[in-house]
């Protein structure tokens, strides 16, 4: 005797419903959704020289709104010679999105890439790779 | 392959041909032992110590595309003085090891102005080197060595800096092991000498990325000729070539990162006793646009002293 389908169609649905629930929220939407991200721009105060530099960092939020508050963190990196820089900028918050990075130091000539990423309390992320020519 | 990349690998391989030993006809005498560089012992020789010291300073760099760049407002300076000594072990076989002492001095006219001096030990070295063939063993071939050498992260490594310039960085923060094949002829008064190397450095890891970095194998060509002046006294014309490949970091091939290097230098031997030689060196690189990739250009003066123990 062949086993009829309907039975066993509901059986698996019933089987699947606990699946389905735990992966959606009581509105359906998916309960983990990925952080909207934040915009991150950033621009050196004068042309990039061997030494200490400034950078002005603005963070805005998917709305385009400014973020005050994020953790900021600037990292040079000299990718083609393998290294990093010799000092850790600190970073002050301005208020209304405005940061700024203290020293971003090269220390020396050539082609250098500032990371700098941005998390706000919303756990929200942005991030920049800044690419930087010091003559 | 770039197209001065081309002209660089061109140019290396013209070099070697126009250096290599085929119009020598006798290997008679051991004058280049002591022409330049550390070099390697005399045949009557139980060990060698040296003290070697050199001024580099840099004139600009070359980009990654090739282009020479002069500085402008910006110095660098590089002072190295190393101490050497090399010991038989048997009549094939010597040892050696190079301690060399960095100072560094860097300054800019930035928005911030600096000028920095720091000093420490850089990267120390040692290794082997086995004579297949010695100087004057066969009148018909030149004179073959192999070299082994170990380089150990001895020096300060940028993560490890503590100075805005990193003027206080004296090594790559690597082991490199390193083999070189010598080839030697003389033909009195001349001689002519090859040296050919690969180094490979050793994957090692970067604090401030937490990343496991590795840089590039890097090939080198050395070829110099030179002439016995008089007794004592030898002249050689040094030109080199090397590339190194692009490092990787977490396991990814970093674009641009690859160097190429080109120079010429003139180097003078003068024994003052039987035990002591006084050595002077001049090496530049080739200021121009595409005999050089992603590094300073540098002059460099040397001046060394050696004594030989028999």
């Known amino acids: 005797m062949r086993p009829r389908p309907l039975p066993l169609l509901a059986a698996l649905f019933a ?32 042309t990039a020289t061997v030494g200490q530099n400034t950078l002005d960092i603005h963070v805005t939020d998917p709305d385009g709104a400014p973020v005050a508050g994020a953790t900021v963190v600037v990292d040079p990196q000299m990718p083609s ?55 | 392959m770039r197209p001065h990349r081309a002209s660089l690998a061109a140019a290396a391989t013209l070099l070697a041909a126009v250096a290599a030993p085929a119009a020598a006809h006798a290997a008679a005498c051991c004058m280049s032992a002591t022409a330049f560089g550390a070099g390697r012992l005399l045949i009557w020789e139980d060990f060698a110590v040296g003290l070697r010291t050199s001024v580099s300073p840099a004139l600009g760099d070359w980009d990654q595309a090739g282009r020479w ?15 050497w000594g090399m010991a038989a072990l048997s009549r094939r076989a010597s040892a050696f090891a190079r301690v060399p002492w960095l100072v560094n ?30 100087v004057g063993e066969y009148v018909e071939l030149p004179a073959v060595a192999l070299t082994a050498t170990v380089t150990a992260p001895t020096g300060r490594a940028t993560h490890d800096a503590t100075t805005p310039l990193g003027v206080d960085v004296t090594g790559r923060g690597a082991w490199v092991a390193s083999a070189g094949l010598s080839l030697e002829r003389t ?25 496991t970095q590795r840089y590039g194998v890097e090939l080198s060509a050395v070829a110099a000729g030179g002439a016995e002046l008089s007794r004592d006294l030898v002249l050689s014309l040094v030109t080199r070539a090397s590339w190194q490949a692009p490092l990787t970091l977490a396991g990814r091939s970093i674009e641009g990162s690859d160097r190429a290097d080109l120079g010429l230098g003139l180097a003078a031997s003068w024994r003052l006793t039987p035990n002591w030689t006084a050595q002077a060196a001049l090496d ?14 540098r002059i460099t003066t040397t001046l060394g002293l050696r004594y030989g123990h028999f």
Request: hydrophobic share 35%; with cysteine.
């Open chain 2, 187 to 211: 033909h009195l008064p001349w001689y002519a000498r090859l040296d050919l190397g690969v180094s490979i450095p050793l994957p090692a890891h970067r604090p401030d990325v937490d990343a």
């Open chain 2, 69 to 83: 760049r002069p500085y402008r407002d910006y110095a660098d300076l590089e002072w190295r003085t190393e101490l």
């Open chain 1, 81 to 135: 010679h393998g290294h990093g820089s010799t000092e850790t900028p600190t970073v002050t918050d301005l208020g209304a999105g405005d940061y700024q990075a203290f020293p971003v130091t090269f220390q020396m000539k050539g082609p250098w890439v500032v990371h700098v990423t941005a998390t706000d309390g919303a756990g929200r992320e942005g991030s920049l790779d800044l690419p930087v020519e010091v003559n």
């Open chain 2, 105 to 134: 001095r860097r300054a800019s006219q930035g928005a911030t102005p600096i000028d920095d001096l720091g000093t420490g030990l850089a990267d120390v070295s040692a290794g082997l080197r086995y004579e297949l063939l010695a």
């Open chain 2, 284 to 297: 530049t690189g080739l200021f121009l646009d595409g005999l050089g990739d992603n590094h300073p250009g």
């Open chain 1, 15 to 46: 089987l699947t419903l606990p699946l389905l629930a735990a992966a959606c929220d009581s509105d359906g939407s998916d309960p983990t959704p990925t952080p909207q991200t934040l915009t991150v721009t950033a621009t050196l105060t004068a």
